[in-house]
């Protein structure tokens, strides 16, 4: 299948990573707006959108260019390996959701309990 054979493919997976791929560039702003405020939380929120956008890159090119130009002997052993990126692109999406969450709590000062009246 050529590369023309495979442009659908590749638009409808970039047309369904496009949320995703959206909300990571608005990451990397408002982390590159607010280093100055937080710079820790603005890194964390940096580190974690960079990772997730080159996630969403990645795999559009994977499904939507690399499996498509396979040769059918071999795409069993493609298909393991496309199962060992899926499983490594999962955990990749846990760290970044993590880092996320951290950097909604890190550089904040603690809150001091409000005496009762």
């Known amino acids: 299948m050529g590369s023309m054979g ?28 607010g280093w100055q405020r ?5 890194m964390l929120l ?6 997730n956008l080159l996630l969403a890159f990645v795999t559009v090119w994977l499904y ?12 069993y052993a493609s298909l ?3 199962g060992v990126w899926s499983a490594a692109a999962g ?4 760290v970044a959701y993590g880092l996320l969450i951290w950097a ?4 904040r000062p603690p809150v001091m309990p409000r005496a009762r009246a």
Do not use: D, K
Request: without cysteine; aromatic residues 8%.
């Open 6 to 33: 495979s442009f659908p493919a590749f638009a409808g997976l970039l047309l369904g990573n496009s949320p995703a791929i959206v909300v990571s560039f608005a990451g990397i702003i408002v982390a590159a707006i």
């Open 38 to 42: 937080a710079p820790r939380a603005a």
């Open 46 to 51: 940096m580190i974690a959108s960079v990772v």
């Open 64 to 75: 939507g260019v690399y499996v498509p130009q396979l040769p059918s002997e071999t795409r």
């Open 80 to 82: 393991q390996m496309i």
């Open 91 to 94: 955990v990749l999406h846990a």
């Open 104 to 107: 909604v709590f890190a550089g």
